[in-house]
């Protein structure tokens, strides 16, 4: 194995690691802080919540922002990767999930501050806000779509999913009446993403033509 093929297949498995780690974190803050502290719609309640579980509330928020430090480390691995197939995209891509820590920063911002500044509608705005910025999974997925050494139809589902992020942030800010979250099922395409970089790695012979072709 050549030392071009070692970096890629090294790269390909070290982007997965990083895939699954934005996503575990994601999944169990959801679980520490929405789930057991928040009480849609009850602010009173949500302040009871967090004083009867607040390490369980700062652990929540530690975790997410550990979260936005790997994806950050993830997006810039994903533009080494899949820099090859479209400079300017991967450039976007970055440039997206980069504005969309920003804003996830302002919210974390107002979560470690909650006992003095919890409003029920602040949190639903940012966090939702940080959705449009989603974008960064359409652009990933045309990447994998056009790359030619990763499975097409990955990228298909991460398009899809990165559309799905989009309409939930179009739905709440135009029907926020309506309890619809459209973007449900981006959980399979963005679990399988980092496990096929894991287990499969890239097609190195396509990704070396590619490298070439781009330097």
Not at 12 to 32: D, H, K, N, P
Not at 71 to 79: G, K, P, Q
Not at 180 to 194: H, K, M, R, S, Y
Request: hydrophobic share 60%; with cysteine.
């Amino acid at each position: 194995m050549d030392r071009m093929t070692e970096s890629a297949s090294r790269l390909a498995r070290m982007t997965g690691v990083l895939y699954l780690l934005v996503v575990g974190c994601g999944i169990i803050s959801e679980i520490l802080v929405n789930a057991v502290v928040f009480v849609p719609g009850d602010m009173a309640a949500t302040v009871d919540q967090i004083t009867a579980y607040g390490f369980v509330f700062r652990l929540g928020l530690v975790i997410l922002l550990a979260r936005l430090v790997f994806l950050t480390l993830l997006v810039l691995a994903l533009h080494k990767l899949f820099g090859p197939v479209n400079r300017d995209v991967a450039v976007v891509m970055v440039v997206f999930v980069l504005i969309s820590n920003a804003v996830s920063m302002v919210s974390l911002v107002f979560e470690f501050s909650a006992p003095l500044l919890l409003t029920s509608s602040d949190y639903s705005t940012l966090f939702t806000a940080a959705q449009i910025l989603s974008l960064w999974v359409i652009l990933l997925g045309f990447l994998l779509f056009k790359s030619g050494y990763a499975p097409k139809l990955l990228g298909i589902l991460m398009m899809i999913a990165g559309v799905g992020y989009v309409a939930d942030f179009l739905v709440f800010f135009l029907l926020p009446q309506l309890d619809v979250q459209i973007a449900g099922f981006a959980f399979l395409a963005e679990v399988a993403f980092p496990f096929w970089l894991l287990t499969k790695g890239v097609d190195v012979e396509a990704w070396k033509s590619r490298a070439l072709e781009a330097a």
